[in-house]
């Protein structure tokens, strides 16, 4: 049982939310483990990246293909084709939204979890600081739980540290975390693949991007008001 209670499954793709996440239960948690699910998306380099990241970080790092996931619904991140809505539309979700992708991650990511006798899963989602998607928000989360539990007669805890941060704050949770600079030069958010800054026009690189930026004024005032 002691087991159970230290150990943690982190959903990380080498992104700046599971990435600090990945970080966060490290600090929180006796043994971590990453999982890493490929399903269509643009670009395979985010699996290079969070196999990269989950070495440095010195935990076991698992690879799932997903892929039929792709299969089931039209959304510009598994349709290359598809150009990418850079606004959330009236009345809708943006593109970019993949229906029941975080439901199917948190699905496979509790049936490995048990596989190793873990309990706790991370996960990256946000429902202060998103695009719109329903399965980012607490209530899913919370309702998810309590399915995954039932389905598999378990205690699992589906922990969500960004939950209710800002871009901003999840920028300053890795600062603390002493991992600012990692998380700013060596994870892949971008949409387009281009890792770091990436491509600076997709709708992930502009939320990170002002997040960075509030977050960085922020700190300089303080620094600044410290001298």
Known sequence: MAEQIESALVLHSGGQDSTTCLFWALKHFKKVR???????????????????????????????????????AENSLTNHQMAMDKEKPDNSYPNT??????????????????????RNIVTGVSQADYSGYPDCRDTFIRSANVSLNLAMDEQFIIHTPLMWLSKADTWALADEL????LVKNETLTCYNGIIAEGCGQCPSCLLR??????????????QGARK
């Open 34 to 72: 990453t999982l890493c699910i490929t399903y269509g998306q643009r670009h395979a380099k985010e699996v290079e990246i969070a196999q990269k990241i989950a070495e440095k970080a010195g935990v076991p790092f698992q690879l799932l293909d997903a892929n039929v996931i792709s299969q089931l």
């Open 97 to 118: 939204f993949v229906p029941g992708r975080n439901l199917f991650f948190l699905t496979f990511a509790a049936v490995i979890a048990r596989s190793h006798s873990i």
């Open 178 to 181: 002493g991992v600012f600079d």
């Open 209 to 222: 991007k002002k997040g960075l930026d509030e977050y960085l004024g922020a700190r300089y005032t303080v």
